[in-house]
């Protein structure tokens, strides 16, 4: 138990002290009092968050419940207060509201499942699929991952960073500590391997999908976050699974492996949990400089960032090498321990089904990850400057340090892969005659001699065939205005993906029940008579019901 | 000695290839060494970079060449173990070939010039979906041969009865396809077109020279290669000698060059149901290897 708190406060205190540090370069230039709010709530929600973990030590189960509850609606409050924090805009206020009603109705979820979980008339199934809904929406599995995206680019960098690194999987720590507590491992292991496999999937698969044509940096880094919540799903589901093959362990020495399958599965999981807050929090950091220092998040219209940006750009480009998933970085180490796992687990003939899917998915997701993010570091930090960057520089050395405090794990395994690339670099450099002698020149762009920058590809261009193919899922909205005259005009083209659960599943529910609601405002005439006409009424018809 | 043998023989895979695309267009065409004539002048020029790029394209050729030569360390040939194998070691396998992609799509992107912009979206539209792909193979192969890592996996052997081989034929038609579209080959993509706009790999690498162009040319053979003994190593069983293993792959290469010479490239919108087409005969041989289990 104090393995598993361990793990889940190295992510709370690490990347929670870096977005502090990020947060002084980050505030510079607001006034003295709005700075004051922000501590204030940032360290609201770095202690509430502790306080979750801590108080599952409490030992007696009712007051662990308690203070549970408490400091998980306290870690809603407080970080609500972070995202509507940065601005008063219509967006803003409509992603904190989102946020907290999310929170919300997964505290409504937990308190039901708390208070069932002390009848023992009530199945155990019920209890695991509240805490399952309850739970879901903080680590955000669809369909109720919805304010993650709206969330994170409406909160200051450094409280995403937070978010998304270390409060998200928080979901994760209730989800297995309070099944483990309120239900019996038999009984509960296969629905708990099977929902985590589906919701893992498609948290995987839809969140980097819908991440991929994302303009907006942080939005597309909170739909990644889904993603990166369903591979931790899926190590996880995959751990559950072998406790279904409990008879298994006696009969035909099949012990060791699906203990081997257990264990690299949950440690892969476990490592995910440590490496995505690593990296998203510096991803996120990495953002909130681009935000501070270009007053833009949206990548088409940046460009050309890492030579005015070198640090920034530097750092953003390797946490996204290592958040694509792809050897030698931390994160690839984790899918590793989960595809082995998988592997493993295919080679010996045990748990097929599930094996096969998670690595097809787990695959896939892998894909078009390393498209995203080539997508979003190249549309941002490479090639050349769409607008004027002459005013931009280098951010303050407080938001690089902070930056740099994430980026140690990187940092580590980078020293093998340096010195892989090493010969290769020496043989260029001191064997080849001519070696890197030449000045840099214009791009050869077919021999024409005045490329702008507006003849490269934007980042949405870049992700569009790779979208097109999925557009049966994503259905981007697209505003063309062309002309159909002979002589040619101005022209434009312009694609958005919206989140299609929020906007084909949940909108049309939420106006519905507020078109509900309408009817009781027939009752809200605001007329005193009709008031007391209605409670007379109401008095008479229980007279009448209590006589009979 | 067959990581020797691999690093030694790669591009002569390649010079196979044009030949026999020569010979079907009935020319007398550049010799099979006509790739090591190439690396060897392209070396010894001095590269120009363009000048909006950044340490992203000075590093990318290098890190390319690197993460594919330690791919093939890990591959088994005709039964001989290769330098490097652990459990799992095939997850790493496509994963650095998946590195050396993600830094020269990085590269591609970084000169800012629409080409090679245009080359590397395509390249990701289709190895995203690639990916897939060889993992449905590699779970057919874990299940089939209950063995876990690549050398354990890629040791066929001969089947008594046809109907046992078909789930092991599906796997190799999908990865001849997988094949062609990783390495940029005809019908996907067409390396010696003479227009920027139709091609992916070549577009995507315009503005590279010198040794930094050898590097991504050498890497291109290499993986040519690599793919081609994984197809061979997947059908042609242990028991044969190694050198026929060898040859098999060179075999390769005329192959490629018939299938190249008898189609026209495809439209880039109908490429990906091809790749369909290869996803539904991978899955296919996966679900009739666990319902045979």
């Known amino acids: 138990m104090i393995a598993i708190a361990i793990l889940f406060l190295v992510p709370i205190l690490l990347v929670g002290s870096a977005a502090l540090i990020h947060a002084t370069g980050y505030l510079h230039g607001d006034g003295k009092k709005r700075q004051g709010w922000f501590y204030f709530y940032m360290i609201g929600t770095l202690v509430s968050m502790c306080a979750v973990v801590g108080s599952t030590f409490l030992g007696d189960k009712v007051m662990t419940m308690l203070a549970f509850i408490l400091a998980w609606e306290s870690m809603g409050l407080f970080s609500s207060g972070l995202v509507g924090f940065e601005s008063e805009s219509k967006e803003s206020k409509k992603a904190t509201w989102i946020y907290l009603l999310s929170c919300h109705a997964g505290a409504v979820f937990l308190i039901l499942a708390g208070a069932f979980s002390f009848r023992p008339e009530v199945s155990q199934v019920v209890i695991f699929f509240l805490l399952l809904c309850g739970f879901g929406l903080k680590i955000g599995f669809p369909p109720f991952h919805v304010w993650l995206p709206e969330a994170h680019p409406a909160a200051p960098a450094p409280a995403s960073a937070v978010m998304s690194g270390a409060m998200i999987p928080l979901g994760f720590f209730g989800l297995v500590f309070w099944t483990g507590v309120t239900c019996e491992t038999k009984v509960i292991a296969p629905y708990f391997a099977w929902s985590m496999l589906i919701l893992g999937s498609l948290a995987a698969l839809g969140g980097i999908l819908f991440a991929l044509p994302q303009r907006n940096i942080k939005k597309l880094l909170a739909f990644s976050s889904v993603e990166n919540m369903g591979v931790i799903a899926l190590g996880l589901g995959l751990a559950a699974f072998t406790y279904t093959q409990g008879d298994l362990l006696t009969l035909d020495g099949k012990a060791s492996v699906v203990d081997g399958i257990f264990t690299l599965a949950a440690l892969g999981a476990a490592l995910h949990i440590v490496n995505h807050a690593f990296l998203k929090g510096g991803l996120f950091l990495g953002a909130g400089s681009v935000l501070r220092m270009t007053g833009t998040l949206d990548a088409d219209k940046l460009g050309g960032l890492m030579k005015k940006m070198p640090w920034t750009g530097t750092l953003f480009t390797l946490n996204a090498f290592g958040l694509a998933a792809l050897p030698p970085l931390p994160a690839f180490l984790s899918e590793l321990c989960i595809y082995i796992a998988a592997i493993y687990a295919l080679s010996q003939g045990v748990l097929v089904i599930p094996a096969a899917i998670i690595l097809i998915v787990m695959s896939l997701t892998g894909g078009i990850a390393a498209a995203t993010y080539a997508k979003i570091v190249s549309a941002t930090f490479l090639g050349e400057a769409r607008g004027d960057q002459s005013e931009i520089k280098e951010t303050p050395k407080s938001m690089i340090a902070a930056q740099l405090i994430l980026f140690i794990p990187v940092a580590i395994m980078l020293i093998p892969a340096l010195l892989m690339i090493a010969p290769l670099w020496l043989f260029r450099r001191f064997l080849c005659p001519r070696g890197n002698t030449k000045p840099r020149q214009l791009t050869w762009d077919c021999g024409y001699e005045a490329p702008t920058a507006r003849m490269a590809w934007t980042g949405t261009a870049f992700s569009q065939p790779l979208a097109d193919t999925f557009k049966a899922v994503l259905r981007p909205r697209t505003h063309v205005k062309s002309t159909k005259d002979i002589f040619p005009k101005e022209e434009a083209i312009a694609t958005e993906t919206d989140d299609i659960v929020l906007a084909r599943g949940w909108n049309p529910v939420f106006h519905l029940s507020a078109r509900a609601m309408q009817l009781f405002h027939l009752f809200q005439s605001g007329s005193l008579h009709f008031y007391v006409l209605v409670m007379i009424l109401a008095i008479a018809a229980l007279l009448i019901w209590g006589a009979f | ?293």
């Not at chain 2, 291109?220 to 690599?226: D, E, F, I, P, S």
């Not at chain 2, 026929?244 to 490239?265: D, K, T, V, Y």
Request: hydrophobic fraction near 55%.
């Open chain 2, 1 to 293: 000695m067959n990581l020797l043998i691999t690093l030694l023989l790669a591009p002569l895979l390649i010079g196979l290839v044009n030949k026999t695309k020569a010979f079907f267009a009935g020319r007398k065409g550049a010799s099979v060494f006509q790739l090591y004539y190439d690396l060897l002048k392209l070396l010894k020029k001095s590269t120009v970079r363009s000048s909006s790029s950044t340490w992203v394209f000075d590093l990318a050729p290098i890190i390319s060449l690197t993460a594919i030569i330690a791919a093939s360390v890990m591959l088994p040939i005709g039964g001989m173990k290769p330098f490097v194998w652990f459990t799992g070691d095939a997850i790493v396998f496509f994963y650095l070939l998946g590195v050396a992609r993600f830094f020269t799509v990085l590269s591609a992107r970084d000169v800012a010039s629409a080409f090679p912009d245009m080359g590397s979206a395509r390249e990701v539209q289709f190895s995203a979906i690639v990916e897939a792909i060889v993992f449905a193979c590699l779970a057919f192969l874990a299940l089939m041969t209950g063995s876990s890592s690549l050398s354990g996996m890629l040791t066929a052997e001969w089947c008594e009865e046809l109907a046992a081989a078909v789930p092991l034929l599906l796997a190799a038609g999908a990865w001849g396809i997988v094949l062609l579209s990783e390495n940029c080959r005809v019908p996907f993509d067409d390396p010696e077109t003479h227009l920027e706009l139709t091609m992916i790999h070549e577009a995507m690498i315009l503005d590279n020279s010198g040794p930094d162009l050898a590097f991504i040319f050498y890497g291109a053979a290499l993986k040519l290669w690599l793919f081609a003994a994984f197809l061979v190593e997947l059908i042609l069983p242990s028991s044969v000698h190694c050198v026929w293993h060898f040859l098999a792959i060179l075999a390769c290469g005329p192959l490629i060059g018939a299938i190249e010479s008898s189609m026209a490239r495809m439209r880039f919108k109908r490429t990906p149901y091809i790749l369909g087409g290869a996803a539904a005969m991978a899955v296919l041989a996966l679900v009739m290897e666990i319902m045979t289990k």
